[in-house]
């Protein structure tokens, strides 16, 4: 009888992290493909070419800026997407510009409304879902001065998520690299400590213009010119994706005392023999056979555990302080003295 009261505490006034079993999981091979970026001034008048040229390249992923695209263009969109999915923002103001992406049918994916309020560059966002999962950002700085050009980007990338997944960043920046503002930009860039992060500057030495940086992947075999960059990325080996873990319970409601005395009774060795073990065998013993009946009559199911988000923002100070304004908080919830608010609000 103390055996079932203290397993009835156990397991239901009790979580017990022993439970909690990771499940097996298998490494994914590392997945390689072309990605590109073209300025190509006007995608109205160069559809089928861009089309074509996609489809020779190779190109999984081809970014595209000032392509000139306005709203009601639907002719271009409906062209571009007749052997590749097409997603884009137009520019609704002033000429050229425009930035989009063309990505090849095997890939889906879902387009995200602007990260920031910008007002020096053009930018077009979107998340893959197959046949993996990339961050890829298109952005477009128009010629002239830069004024909070790099303000803004640092917003923007400042905005961008951190959870492991790759991100590729392809830009057309019109910045000459003999000119400060290119040594500025690079330190931006630099200045974000992401794991595997390397700024990619491929372009030649006169200018900086049509550029990529990337995190969480590896890139090979770059073709650039001022204009075109192509290159290849390949996602490391990882894991799959990770189920839940999962909870080993007993359902002690359906236990029947006289059931389990009863299963007990004729588990044990006879009392002649259980008088002649030594305490820790026959405890050793006692303790095995009420786990074995315990076990048959209510059967371990399993369920999802519970997860708690991650919190890497939440450093031990703020803990502290939490704890702190909790405790204040209980305080004034007890006595109302002015005195406990203040120390609420402090």
């Not at 974000?192 to 990529?212: G, L, V």
């Not at 090979?220 to 192509?230: A, G, H, L, M």
């Not at 002649?272 to 059967?299: E, G, Q, R, W």
């Amino acid at each position: 009888m103390f055996y079932r009261q203290s397993t009835w505490y156990r397991y239901k006034t009790k979580r017990n992290p022993h439970n909690l079993r990771p499940l097996c999981t298998s490494a994914a091979a590392p997945l390689s493909f072309t990605m590109g970026i073209w300025n190509c001034q006007s995608a109205v008048y160069k559809d089928d070419f861009i089309s074509a040229f996609a489809t020779q390249s190779i190109l999984s992923i081809l970014a595209l800026t000032e392509t000139w695209i306005r709203p009601e263009d639907t002719a271009t969109t409906a062209a571009l997407s007749n052997n590749f999915s097409f997603s884009n923002t137009p520019q609704h103001t002033g000429r050229g510009g425009g930035t989009g992406l063309l990505m090849h049918n095997n890939w889906t994916f879902s387009q995200h409304s602007s990260l920031c309020n910008n007002t020096t560059f053009e930018l077009h966002t979107i998340t893959t879902i197959q046949p993996t999962k990339i961050y890829v950002v298109v952005i477009y700085h128009p010629p002239g001065q830069l004024t909070n050009f790099l303000e803004e980007l640092y917003v923007l990338i400042s905005s961008l998520l951190e959870d492991g997944r790759p991100l590729v960043v392809l830009g057309y920046f019109n910045i000459h690299q003999d000119k400060p503002q290119a040594m500025e930009l690079n330190t931006l860039l630099a200045s974000f400590d992401w794991k595997d992060y390397t700024p990619q500057q491929h372009t030649d030495q006169a200018t900086n213009w049509t550029s990529f940086f990337t995190r969480n992947c590896i890139n090979s075999n770059i073709v650039s010119d001022n204009f075109f960059v192509q290159f290849n990325m390949t996602l490391p080996s990882t894991l799959k994706q990770t189920p839940p873990l999962v909870s080993f319970h007993s359902n002690l409601c359906s236990l029947s005392p006289s059931r389990l005395s009863t299963a007990v009774s004729t588990s044990l060795p006879t009392q002649n023999v259980f008088s002649m073990l030594d305490v820790n065998t026959a405890t050793d013993t006692l303790n095995s056979t009420l786990t074995i009946c315990l076990d048959n009559i209510c059967p371990l199911s399993c369920r999802p555990a519970r997860t708690t988000p991650p919190s890497p923002w939440l450093s031990d100070i703020l803990r502290e302080h939490q704890t702190d304004l909790r405790a204040a908080e209980r305080r004034w919830w007890k006595s109302r003295h002015p005195a406990d608010l203040e120390q609420t609000a402090g």
